[in-house]
């Protein structure tokens, strides 16, 4: 499967930004897709996993409460609504897919999209 993400940019901190990650390829509704973000001098770490159905989600501590993951099957596409932001939020935001059930762990995903930049301005 190939993945797109895109709906980066600049924002305020307390604003926000929809992230978008259009699959192609595979049947997109047996993946589940995760979101990962890479800040600058930091390691990649997990932000939100949702399943093939979207009955199953996970978020990190860090963005509960202000991030909501979901998907719309029929348009291929996942999403990251997220508010509320922090100038710690500042990353760049890389959408992934693995098979049916949702995972944490960045070597559990088989397919990655290129990276979306979001900057939040204090």
């Known amino acids: 499967v190939q993945l797109q993400a895109f709906g980066g940019g600049l924002v305020q901190a307390g604003g926000s930004l929809r992230l978008s990650c259009a699959a192609s390829?595979?049947?997109?509704?047996?993946?589940?897709v995760g979101w990962f973000r890479q800040a600058p001098g930091k390691e990649r770490e997990f932000v939100a996993s949702?399943?093939?159905?979207?009955?199953?989600?996970a978020y990190a501590d860090s963005v509960k409460g202000r991030f909501t993951i979901s998907r719309v099957n029929a348009k291929n596409t996942g999403y990251l609504q997220m508010n509320s932001l922090k100038p710690e939020d500042t990353a760049v935001y890389y959408c992934?897919?693995?098979?049916?059930?949702?995972?944490?762990?960045?070597?559990?995903?088989?397919?990655w999209g290129q990276g979306t930049l979001v900057t939040v301005s204090s």
């Open positions: 992934a897919a693995r098979r049916i059930t949702i995972a944490t762990i960045e070597s559990d995903y088989d397919y």
């Open positions: 390829g595979r049947t997109f509704s047996s993946y589940a």
């Open positions: 949702i399943s093939w159905t979207g009955g199953d989600i």
